[in-house]
């Protein structure tokens, strides 16, 4: 009878394998802002800028959609650039209920609002 990981264990391995240079477990920490050109000023290496996304997010988001099961997901710097995200693909028309957590204020304008960039 094999015996299920559990919740720490899937949480430390899901997405990832040890590093192969030092055998660490845990990913690195990328505090770079700005990532490497090539002669072309293509970025081989995926990355451009933090804000478009770092070694760290994709990690982030890797773990997260293989514990949640999913095709993938969507890490955001806070609560509002991830409403921002949502607020843009609705069309006129489409409704997206608030989180309970939300503030009234959000709460209003995401009901309120009819159209895109409202």
Do not use: W
Not at 1 to 21: F, I, K, R, W, Y
Not at 39 to 45: I, K, N, Q, S, V
Not at 55 to 84: D, H, I, K, T, Y
């Amino acid at each position: 009878m094999s015996e299920q990981a559990g919740l720490n264990t899937l949480c430390v391995h899901a997405a990832h394998q040890p590093d192969a240079a030092t055998g660490a477990v845990a990913e690195p920490i990328h505090l770079s802002t700005t990532f490497e050109r090539d002669a072309d000023g293509g970025y081989p290496r995926g990355y451009r800028y933090s804000r478009e996304g770092t070694p760290n997010r994709a990690a982030l988001e890797a773990c997260v959609a293989s514990l949640e099961g999913g095709a993938g997901a969507a890490a955001f710097a806070s609560g509002l650039a991830a409403s921002a995200a949502v607020l843009s693909i609705l069309r006129p028309g489409m409704k997206s209920p608030p989180p309970p957590t939300s503030t009234a204020g959000r709460s209003a304008c995401s009901s309120a609002s009819s159209s895109p960039g409202a």
